[in-house]
C-alpha cells in the first residue's frame, strides 16, 4: 500500500530483487495478521517505540572534533554522508543522513554498522554507539531513528540479522 497525499493506492510491482525481503513483506496481508505474528514475532522492546521528532537547532557538535572527522569521513568512503553529533551520552555519536526512500536508509544503516567496528577498533572506549536519524528534508520528517550497539553493527556485517527484519525490530520514530 502506497499512502500519497492522503490517499490510499497499490505498490507497482517490487523494486526489490527476487530472493530479497522488503519492507513491505513485513507487512500482513489481511485474514493474515496472526499468522505473521507468530511466523516474524516483534521483541517486546521493538513495539510501539515513540522518538520526538529530531530538533535540527539544538544539535552539539560531538566532543572530540578528531573523532567526528574519522567518522564523517569513513562514512563519506562507504557512500553515505551523514552529519556528526554529540550522542544522548558522552560515549555515543548521533550521525544524521538525509534519506529520500528505503535504498537510503537501508545504505546508512549498512554504513553506520561498519563505521561503529572500525571506529571502536580505531579509538577503543570512546565510542559504545551510534545513534542513526534519518531525515527526509523534502517532507521535513524522518526514516526512522536507531541505536545501533556494536552487537547489532557486527549481526548486520556479517549477515546474521537481515537488514530490513533489522529495520523492522528496531526503527524508533
Not at 513485513?26 to 493474515?32: N, S
Not at 560531538?62 to 544522548?88: C, H, M, W
Not at 527526509?136 to 540479522?161: K, W, Y
Amino acid at each position: 500500500m502506497v499512502i500519497e497525499g492522503g490517499k490510499v493506492g497499490n505498490l507497482s510491482p517490487a523494486a526489490t530483487p527476487p530472493g530479497k525481503t522488503s519492507l513491505q513483506d513485513y507487512i500482513p496481508a489481511p485474514g493474515r495478521a496472526a499468522a505473521a505474528a507468530a511466523a516474524h514475532p516483534v521483541p517486546r522492546a521493538g513495539r510501539h517505540r515513540a522518538a520526538p521528532r529530531a530538533d535540527r537547532t539544538g544539535r552539539a557538535p560531538l566532543r572530540d572534533p578528531g573523532l567526528a572527522n574519522e567518522i564523517k569521513a569513513f562514512l563519506i568512503t562507504r557512500g553515505a554522508p551523514a552529519e556528526v553529533y554529540q550522542g544522548s551520552t558522552a560515549r555515543r555519536a548521533r550521525l544524521v543522513f538525509e534519506t529520500r526512500a528505503e535504498g537510503p536508509v537501508f545504505k546508512a544503516l549498512v554504513a553506520s554498522a561498519t563505521a561503529l567496528i572500525q571506529i571502536r577498533e580505531r579509538f577503543p572506549d570512546q565510542i559504545e554507539a551510534f545513534e542513526v536519524v534519518c531525515e527526509m528534508p523534502e517532507s521535513d520528517g524522518e526514516g526512522g531513528r536507531f541505536t545501533l550497539t556494536p552487537e547489532q553493527a557486527a549481526d548486520l556485517i556479517s549477515g546474521r540479522v537481515d537488514l530490513t527484519r533489522y529495520y523492522v525490530d528496531n526503527v524508533e520514530f
